[in-house]
Structure formats: structure tokens, C-alpha cells
């Protein structure tokens, strides 16, 4: 079964509102990364965050992480018609050394849409 | 700067046809390599991965293989394609590095068909 699990499957909002995507996981993590995938194109890298850190900022985007909870959530502020597209998030589990050879496990994604 | 690039772009192919996928990474060396799938609407799916040349870790029983023969190459493979190999193939590349270095970055992708 999928390790991350977002929610919800789709978000539809106007221009200027905020869009929250959450992310639940199963397992204990070494990171956990946002992407973004614009149709029928590659992911784009938007924030990571790793397992001893609570929330990170990055311009408009802010992410927190609850590893008790398992759970993780990317909050999109003042949003664009250009913010349309499918979020990910994205486990990245520890090796036997506590280290990571990146296999990301990713979940099914949240498909925003922000209407002008 | 570093770059990826995956070819083709498209690709429709006929079941029990071989698939041949190509990705290179410019700009760095020694790069860990990975390859996804992505169904129709799904996330996205680790199938191998790489961190040196001649180094392949299969992560799911499958009708695809891979290969690196060279540092900045990596190939997905099939001798004969299934109906179900169909989907989007994104290849993806991580410096090597300490603990720090865990930020994957993304080829454009190949959508292949089998019909």
C-alpha cells in the first residue's frame, strides 16, 4: 500500500484563497518532500522537510510535519491561477544506516485547480 | 548547471514489442538515478534505482529491466512490452553526498502507449 496518503484527492478554490493538502504516512521517515507536477509534465522539487524539524517556509509555501501523528501538510498562501496542478508528497525512509539512497515512496496526490 | 533529459517524449508501441528508454544527466557526476512510473491519474511508482554504474536495484517484480552503462546514463528496458507497461516513466537524479543531500530532481518524462 501506498506510505504517503494525501488528502483531499482534489481542491478547487479561487484566486487569492488558501489551498491546505495533507499528507499521511505509515511509517518512521527520514524526510518528507513536496513536488509538483504540472500536466502531463516532470515533477518540480518544492520543500523538504526532515524528520526533526516541525515547519519550514518557503516563500508562499509553508509545510508542517507531526511524526507522532504521521502526518504532514503543505499550505499554498495567496494562491495563482499558475498554482494549478497535482501536489505530491513524498516519504524518504531511513536505510539500516539511518541514511537515505532517496527511493521515495510517493502518495496519489492532491489535483488543485485555482480559478482567476 | 545540471540538467536531465529523457527521450523520447512519446513513444506508442505494439504489445510484445522490446522498449528501449533512454535518460542522461548533465552537469555533476557520480549521481544517484532512479526510475518512476506513473499510471493515469496515480502517484508515482519506484521501479530501479542506481548509484553507480553497473549498480541496479529493482524495486518491484516487473516486465522492465535497467541498466547504467555509463555515470550519467541510465536505460529502462523491455524485451517484450504488456498492455500494463503502459504509463508516464520519469527518471530522477540526486547528488551523492552526506546525510544533507536528499533533493531529487526530474526528467520530463516519457508517456509510452502499448497497444
Known amino acids: 500500500s501506498q506510505q504517503g496518503e494525501e488528502d483531499p484527492q482534489a481542491l478547487s478554490i479561487q484566486e487569492g484563497e488558501n489551498a491546505t493538502m495533507n499528507c499521511s504516512y505509515k511509517?518512521?521517515?527520514?524526510?518528507l518532500q513536496w513536488y509538483r507536477q504540472n500536466s502531463g509534465r516532470g515533477l518540480v522539487h518544492l520543500i523538504l522537510i526532515r524528520s526533526n524539524e516541525r515547519e519550514k517556509h518557503s516563500g508562499r509555501l509553508r509545510v508542517t510535519l507531526d511524526t507522532s501523528k504521521k502526518s504532514s501538510s503543505l499550505l499554498i498562501t495567496a494562491s495563482r491561477a499558475a498554482d494549478t496542478a497535482s501536489y505530491f508528497c513524498?516519504?524518504?525512509?531511513?536505510?539500516?544506516?539511518?541514511?537515505?539512497?532517496?527511493?521515495?515512496?510517493f502518495g496519489q496526490g492532491t489535483i488543485l485547480t485555482v480559478h482567476p | 548547471s545540471q540538467t536531465i533529459h529523457q527521450w523520447p517524449a512519446t513513444l506508442v508501441q505494439p504489445v510484445g514489442s522490446p522498449l528501449s528508454l533512454e535518460c542522461t544527466v548533465e552537469g555533476t557526476s557520480n549521481p544517484n538515478l532512479y526510475w518512476y512510473r506513473q499510471a493515469a491519474g496515480r502517484g508515482l511508482q519506484l521501479l530501479f534505482y542506481?548509484?553507480?554504474?553497473?549498480?541496479i536495484s529493482s524495486e518491484v517484480p516487473q516486465n522492465l529491466s535497467a541498466s547504467r552503462p555509463q555515470d550519467r546514463q541510465f536505460i529502462l528496458s523491455s524485451k517484450k512490452l504488456l498492455l500494463s507497461d503502459s504509463g508516464f516513466y520519469l527518471c530522477?537524479?540526486?547528488?551523492?553526498?552526506?546525510?544533507?543531500?536528499?533533493?531529487?530532481?526530474f526528467g520530463p518524462g516519457t508517456r509510452l502507449t502499448v497497444l
Open positions: 530522477a537524479w540526486r547528488p551523492r553526498g552526506g546525510p544533507g543531500v536528499v533533493t531529487q530532481y
Open positions: 511509517t518512521s521517515i527520514n524526510n
Open positions: 542506481s548509484v553507480g554504474i553497473g549498480q
Open positions: 513524498a516519504t524518504d525512509l531511513p536505510n539500516a544506516g539511518g541514511t537515505s539512497y532517496g527511493k521515495l515512496t
